[in-house]
């Protein structure tokens, strides 16, 4: 490899991670322009994991399964038509004439039911139905939200251990040469043999490195695959990758979204729990009612047959219509029980929120803190890159003036390149700090579900499925 092509190779990678990771560093009141905008490959992932991605077929078909505990509740509202058919033979034997009589007897009876007034515990079912469902579409949300932040992360990772590849592909190089020239150097007794074992043992760290880097970019590939069951290549740079980087570092520049300057929204686990108690708050409503009076109306036909002596059966046709009051009036203190344990159940989901609260502002502060630190972070290993650039320049200038040879620039690149990806790794924890603020805000558009949540039933299951 020729050192033009080498200096064109590495130059053209150091622009490139410059490019990717030189955006300005951000402020308390900078939102971070989201990648998806510069990288469309990413945007199609995304698209298309909704649809693919293993956790997220399984909250749709929970949600699904909601749906229907939801739609079965409403039952309790309606009127229930039970119908029962039957065909008795009856034989007698009798001390008078006949003696013997055979008879087939056909009935039937049709039941009309509607539950009238039950204390509210009729439409505590039916609410509890639907508190459950907004749980499922609660952790329908939030595993989508989650989903797009560790796709996101697992992208820009895998672009970055890329870059790294390259980088220790260069280090290997580097010190193979400096292993070529110390050997001729310990041929010549200028050096001890340990110093020339000191440069194969750098050479096969630098080596082994490189394979770590290597098995890291697979396994992040396999985890991005695995999370979002995308299943075509993942090119990551194509020939517009720079022009998308300079569109997304200008609109980086240009964004002043403000970021956590207000109380978060409540977590979807601080609303489940809040759903959980709306769920206990029914249970003990139907709890109550179960030691009251329960009014129901019913409506009743059937049609059977009246033996008569030494004649023909006579078909009869009866229809009533009745208020039914069932009232279990002393049930051994279960109730009591239950109620007791049901507001304690409340109490302790009631605490339980209020943990789940505390617990959300944390983390806020936290991803705060953090941010404030990696912002410092940037801003000191900016200044390393500047020092570096420095030096490789110094070098530069002292090869063209003979002074300095080509081991000490390719050393100089290396270390530039090494600083660069330093800079570029809290870069990225930047950018996955910015997104996380972003989604927990409700401010990142890519982090709410696209496609309906709810679908008829016969379209997710065959119209004869109920038969």
């Known amino acids: 490899m020729s050192d033009s092509f080498r200096r064109s190779t590495y130059s053209s990678v150091l622009i490139l991670l410059l490019a990717l990771f030189s955006a300005s560093s951000l402020n308390g009141e900078t939102s971070l322009h989201l990648p998806e905008t510069a990288f469309p490959e990413l945007t199609d992932i995304l698209q298309r994991m909704e649809e693919e991605s293993p956790e997220m077929l399984i909250q749709r078909a929970r949600v699904q399964a909601a749906e229907a505990d939801e739609h079965a509740r409403l039952a309790q509202k309606w009127p229930q038509l039970r119908m029962n058919l039957q065909l008795a033979n009856r034989s007698e034997f009798r001390d008078g004439d006949p003696e013997f009589q055979n008879t087939t007897q056909p009935f039937g009876i049709a039941r009309l039911e509607q539950e009238l007034y039950h204390w509210g515990s009729l439409d505590a079912w039916r609410d509890i139905g639907k508190f459950r469902k907004s749980i499922e579409e609660n952790n329908y949300n939030e595993t989508y939200r989650l989903l797009v932040l560790r796709v996101r992360t697992l992208y820009l990772r895998l672009l970055f251990a890329r870059e790294q590849i390259g980088y220790y592909q260069a280090e290997v190089s580097r010190l193979q040469q400096n292993l070529s020239s110390s050997m001729q150097q310990a041929d010549a007794g200028r050096i001890t043999s340990d110093d020339l074992e000191l440069e194969r043992l750098a050479v096969e760290e630098a080596q082994i490195a490189l394979e770590r880097a290597q098995d890291e970019s697979d396994m992040l590939e396999e985890d991005l695959r695995l999370a979002s069951g995308w299943q075509a290549p993942i090119l990551g740079i194509d020939q517009d990758l720079l022009l998308r980087l300079n569109q997304m570092e200008r609109a980086e520049q240009s964004s002043s979204e403000i970021i956590a300057t207000a109380a978060a929204p409540p977590s979807a686990e601080y609303l489940n729990k809040q759903e959980e108690l709306n769920i ?20 009743e036909a059937y049609q059977d047959q009246i033996a008569t002596q030494g004649l023909d059966n006579v078909d009869r046709t009866v229809f009533t219509v009745y208020l039914r009051v069932n009232w279990h009036i002393f049930d051994g203190f279960e109730t009591q029980w239950q109620k007791i344990q049901s507001k304690a159940k409340q109490r302790a989901l009631q605490d339980e929120a209020e943990h789940i609260a505390a617990k959300d502002r944390l983390e806020v502060e936290r991803l705060q803190r953090n941010r404030k630190m990696l912002q410092r972070d940037i801003r000191l290993w900016e200044r390393r890159v500047a020092i570096s650039e420095n030096t490789m320049e110094r070098i530069e200038t002292e090869v063209e003036k003979d002074t300095a040879t080509e081991a000490e620039l390719l050393t100089a690149r290396n270390e530039l390149l090494a600083d660069s990806l330093t800079l570029a790794s809290y870069r990225l924890d930047l950018l996955g700090n910015s997104s996380e603020l972003l989604s927990i ?10 496609h309906p949540l709810e679908k008829p039933v016969n379209e997710v299951y065959p119209e004869n499925f109920y038969w």
Do not use: S
């Not at 805000?441 to 696209?450: E, H, L, N, S, V």
């Open 280 to 299: 206990e708050e029914a249970d003990f409503v139907r709890i109550r009612a179960k030691n009251l009076p329960l009014f129901d109306l019913v409506a």
């Open 441 to 450: 805000y409700g401010r990142d558009p890519f982090a709410t579900p696209k």
